[in-house]
């Protein structure tokens, strides 16, 4: 059962604390598992600090929900497990400040969906993009599965999302410059 909280915690956390949460999500057919964890670019947690649990305010994107919306809510909890079916994209409209992190499967599942221009808005694409490069860059998830969703953008037309494939892959650029440029 998740923890329903007021906005206030979440502005105090927030501005107190260093870093922001990476959220985990795991899909399987009727239920998905939400598990946070501390998110710092520049290095792993310490102990210390990665047992700090944020309040995470969270919209679940949904083909079988509401007008796509199916949860808007907040966790404070280190897992979460919702009942869901069908497609589910975490932080809807990109409104949450977290990175949202899924296995390499799903999220080419999310890339075939944003690819058709669908149910995925703006704001989503451009979001879905943003976290799996910083989340390649960190070592949470892998450049190639970054590089590989890049890949159902090809007729992509809202210039925020370029933008944002094209500082990412500026980022990854680089990061080989100065490599060995017979590999």
Not at 125 to 142: C, E, P
Not at 158 to 174: D, E, K
Request: charged share 20%; aromatic share 10%; net charge negative.
């Amino acid at each position: 059962m998740a923890c329903f909280i007021t906005r206030k915690p979440i502005a105090t956390t927030a501005l107190s604390q260093v870093g922001h949460p990476v959220v985990t999500v795991i899909v399987s057919e009727d239920s998905i598992v939400i598990r946070q964890d501390r998110f710092l670019r520049t290095r792993d947690p310490l102990p210390e600090e990665a047992a700090m649990l944020y309040p995470v305010p969270f919209n679940i994107l949904s083909i079988n929900g509401p007008n796509g919306v199916l949860h808007d809510t907040s966790f404070a909890e280190r897992e979460v497990t919702i009942k869901v079916e069908g497609f589910v994209k975490l932080n809807a409209g990109h409104t949450g400040l977290y990175r949202t992190c899924y296995s390499a499967e799903y999220l080419q599942k999310l890339a075939e969906e944003a690819g058709k221009g669908g149910i995925l808005g703006v704001e989503d694409r451009a979001g879905l993009i943003a976290d799996a490069a910083v989340l390649a860059s960190t070592g949470y998830q892998k450049t190639s599965d970054f590089l590989q969703l890049l890949t159902n953008f090809s007729h992509e037309s809202q210039y925020v999302v370029w933008y944002i494939i094209i500082i990412h892959l500026g980022a990854i650029l680089r990061a080989w410059t100065f490599e060995n440029q017979r590999f």
